[in-house]
């Protein structure tokens, strides 16, 4: 149990740091106006997105073969991820339990920093498109404030990138 949950947080961690390597690159080519560039991280980020959701699955699933193990079916019942793992590690020896606790709280911690530099990046996309519809709206009072894609289709104005699961 120790072994496999300490795989699943340490592949977590790794992906966790290497989309915070995608998400400056991101930043850059937005800065730097390289579109293609900006299209291709964004592929790989979802692409870090997918194995990050599979291994929460499979750390969901561990949390279940750990409730079984204990034959207590209401044991986790009521808590959530979070509380699930700490139950988990509780009964571990004090060794594992302190080396699993460490990844776990540098993996949330890597989360925090990667969704912090998410949120900035967000609030500059955001400032520059209302700087840009206001200019247009002014510039181009026909077109209603819509804004069209280089094929000529309708914009959406949802602005929305990769979240991570806030559970951990």
């Given at each position: 149990m120790y072994e496999k949950c300490r795989d699943i947080l340490l592949k977590e961690s790794e992906l966790v740091q290497n989309a915070?390597?995608?998400?400056?690159?991101?930043?850059?080519?937005?800065?730097?106006?390289?579109?293609?560039?900006?299209?291709?991280h964004?592929?790989?980020m979802n692409e870090i997105?997918?194995?990050?959701?599979?291994?929460?699955?499979?750390?969901?699933?561990?949390?279940?073969?750990?409730e079984v193990t204990l034959h207590q079916k209401s044991f986790c019942e009521n808590l959530d991820a979070k509380g699930r793992f700490y139950k988990l590690v509780s009964i571990l020896p004090e060794s594992q339990?302190?080396?699993?606790?460490?990844i776990y709280r540098s993996l949330k911690i890597e989360a925090l920093k990667l969704r912090m530099a998410n949120?900035?990046?967000?609030?500059y996309l955001a400032g520059i498109k209302?700087?840009?519809k206001d200019f247009f709206e002014m510039a181009f009072p026909d077109r209603g404030g819509k804004m069209y894609?280089?094929?000529?289709?309708?914009?959406?104005?949802?602005?929305?990138?990769?979240?991570?699961?806030?559970?951990?």
């Amino acid at each position: 149990m120790y072994e496999k949950c300490r795989d699943i947080l340490l592949k977590e961690s790794e992906l966790v740091q290497n989309a915070a390597i995608i998400q400056e690159k991101i930043r850059l080519a937005v800065v730097n106006k390289e579109w293609t560039v900006f299209e291709d991280h964004l592929g790989t980020m979802n692409e870090i997105e997918y194995k990050l959701d599979n291994l929460e699955k499979e750390r969901e699933q561990l949390f279940s073969v750990f409730e079984v193990t204990l034959h207590q079916k209401s044991f986790c019942e009521n808590l959530d991820a979070k509380g699930r793992f700490y139950k988990l590690v509780s009964i571990l020896p004090e060794s594992q339990r302190n080396d699993l606790t460490s990844i776990y709280r540098s993996l949330k911690i890597e989360a925090l920093k990667l969704r912090m530099a998410n949120e900035t990046l967000m609030t500059y996309l955001a400032g520059i498109k209302a700087a840009l519809k206001d200019f247009f709206e002014m510039a181009f009072p026909d077109r209603g404030g819509k804004m069209y894609t280089n094929q000529g289709t309708h914009l959406s104005h949802d602005m929305r990138s990769m979240v991570l699961n806030t559970r951990f």
